[in-house]
């Protein structure tokens, strides 16, 4: 009867824990989403800034370590959410430099917890895409570059997770500088990062036009040839003369609707 008791309280006391880190994650999140709202703009992040400030980065980066093991029912938006800010804090660990190409090891070097393990940011992405196999996270997983899709300013949230994946997609797919059609060549030029992952973009039967139309307002012509422009591995810095972005305070009111879609 004690072993009983003792393991009823023992799974009672779990269930608390993690109704206690599930409410604290929303706090963090309202956190990182006044973040984003205060160093990121049209896709591009003030590093500067950032370096300025840097214990509000530190105090929100230990917040999502130690909350990670106890994030279950918003997982994925909870690691996209990581991602991004692991790559915020490896970039202005570094800071000042031109591209996170310059950072030794930048996608290799394993600085991420997840389940128990660190990992790196090429680890962290590859877990992503196993877990969901879901091609629409290549346009919310942003690596720093300016060829990457731009940063969203917000967090993702889970109940918001499926409207925001739609939206960044179409975002970026709808961009001319990201997908580059000339109807008088009839060509069609797109990142390298549709090679890179092409089975991502590809699955049943789909060919990498079906993909970007799905999300298109002008669909490509299937018969247009595809070719891949250079990636652009230019750091995604939000540069002034004189920076007005505002300063984050972790206590002001979460603004609405600011995201840049």
């Known amino acids: 009867y004690q072993g009983k008791t003792y393991k009823n309280c023992s799974k009672a006391l779990n269930l608390m824990v993690l109704f206690v880190r599930a409410q604290e994650y929303q706090v963090e999140l309202a956190a990182y989403d006044r973040f984003l709202n205060s160093y990121v703009s049209s896709g591009l992040v003030d590093y500067k800034l950032i370096k300025e400030n840097v214990k509000e980065l530190d105090s929100l980066w230990e917040s999502f370590k130690r909350i990670e093991n106890h994030i279950k029912t918003e997982r994925k938006s909870y690691l996209i959410n990581l991602y991004n ?139 247009f040839k595809i070719d891949n422009y250079s990636y652009n591995w230019d750091l995604n810095e939000l540069r002034f003369e004189t920076s007005n972005v505002s300063l984050f305070d972790p206590d002001a009111p979460i603004k609405k609707n600011t995201q840049d879609y």
């Open 85 to 223: 800010l692991a790559v915020i804090k490896k970039i202005t660990d570094n800071y000042p430099v031109n591209t996170p190409k310059a950072i030794t090891n930048f996608f290799d070097s394993k600085f991420i917890s997840v389940n128990n393990s660190q990992l790196s940011l090429n680890e962290l992405e590859g877990f992503i895409r196993k877990m969901w196999s879901d091609a629409r996270v290549h346009f919310v997983l942003v690596c720093g570059a300016k060829g990457c899709p731009p940063l969203m300013t917000g967090a993702f949230k889970e109940g918001e997770l499926e409207k925001q994946l739609n939206e960044r997609t179409k975002f970026a797919l709808n961009d001319k500088e990201f997908i580059r059609v000339d109807s008088i060549k009839k060509t069609v030029n797109i990142s390298e990062l549709f090679t890179w992952y092409q089975e991502d973009f590809t699955g049943g039967g789909k060919n990498l036009i079906d993909f970007i139309n799905i999300y298109r307002t002008v669909p490509i012509a299937a018969s």
